[in-house]
């Protein structure tokens, strides 16, 4: 599809004016065209009568009837919308993320003074199912980080990158928006861009500096600028890789339980909380930007304790059972 100039603007506002991170952008632009093809499909209410664009003979012409449906979209459209959405099997996670899109979306036309009111300001949130967040134990993020070879060259990166990602508890665009000059060997740290472009200094372990530094080394090249992590043609290592990557290390582990790189995060702040942490300390190294997103690795721990306590405290066990007939 074509890039829509009311789309087209509000990206632009995104990059330009907030700051967004291309991964961010990327998905506005993603749920809105989606939206976009749910207006042409015929499938909104006022859309039925309309042929379809391969039916025209004016691309053109489609094109811009396209923006003034935008425009004249209503709340019960874009609820129709929602609803095709969870009946193609989206999670209401990501339902409420599109709705979330579409809210932004129209309350920049409002600003700009195309539009008097927003059709999706009227719209509820769908409620989520409260899920905690997944995490691995010490003791399989010990063996996953001791799975790369670390006597070659790309085995050294890899480990580089899971150490990396463990000790600082980065987001996965974080990771692979470091660059050499990022790193601070002396103080052990790390500068993140992070959401918003918003930079952020995050302590590093030293286990994570040595791995970082034996990489560099036998990368070699003198070359102390440009992307920290590359793939086999010198170019900075993409997202879907590292993704990859994981798998892969998982595997060799031997950890059935499927993980992204978030999950190592997650593992990164769940570690942290349980072995006494504060939430404000954590908060900031995870680069949140309200204490709420933190608070639920809370009951991760207190999950943990309630375990603890019921297998050990002697008040908390059940008794066995007498017999009626004793």
């Not at 590359?230 to 892969?248: E, F, H, Q, T, W």
Request: hydrophobic share 35%.
């Amino acid at each position: 599809m074509r890039e829509l100039p009311l789309i087209a603007g509000f990206l632009d506002y995104l990059d330009g004016q907030r700051n967004f991170s291309p991964h961010t952008i990327r998905c506005y632009k993603v749920d809105l065209e989606q939206f976009c093809e749910f207006l042409a499909s015929g499938a909104a209410s006022h859309a039925a009568a309309e042929p379809q664009p391969s039916e025209r003979a004016d691309g053109k012409e489609h094109f811009e009837s396209l923006g003034r449906r935008i425009l004249a979209a209503t709340p019960m459209e874009i609820r129709a919308y929602l609803a095709a959405m969870r009946d193609r099997g989206y999670s209401k996670a990501t339902t409420a993320r599109k709705l979330a899109s579409l809210r932004s979306f129209y309350k920049f036309l409002v600003r700009r003074g195309q539009l008097d009111a927003s059709p999706a300001s009227v719209l509820r949130t769908p409620k989520q199912d409260k899920r905690l967040p997944k995490f691995l134990d010490l003791q399989q993020v010990t063996a996953l980080l001791e799975a790369p070879q670390a006597d070659t060259l790309l085995g050294a990166r890899d480990k580089a990158v899971l150490e990396t990602i463990y000790s600082s508890g980065l987001r996965i665009g974080e990771l692979v928006a470091l660059n050499v000059e990022d790193l601070d060997e002396f103080s052990e740290a790390l500068r993140i861009r992070g959401k918003g472009k918003k930079e952020r200094l995050v302590p590093l372990g030293s286990k994570a500096v040595e791995a970082i530094r034996a990489y560099l080394e036998m990368r070699g090249g003198g070359n102390r600028r440009g992307a920290l992590f590359v793939n086999k043609s010198g170019k900075r290592l993409s997202d879907r890789s590292i993704r990859r990557k994981l798998g892969k290390y998982l595997q060799k582990a031997g950890i059935a339980q499927r993980a992204s790189p978030h999950v190592l995060r997650h593992s990164f702040a769940t570690h942290m909380l349980n072995a006494g942490a504060d939430l404000r300390s954590i908060q900031e190294m995870l680069g949140h930007k309200s204490l709420s997103t933190t608070q639920i690795y809370t009951h991760l721990t207190t999950q943990r304790l309630k375990e603890v306590y019921d297998r050990t405290h002697p008040m908390a066990c059940r008794l066995p059972q007498v017999s009626r007939n004793a």
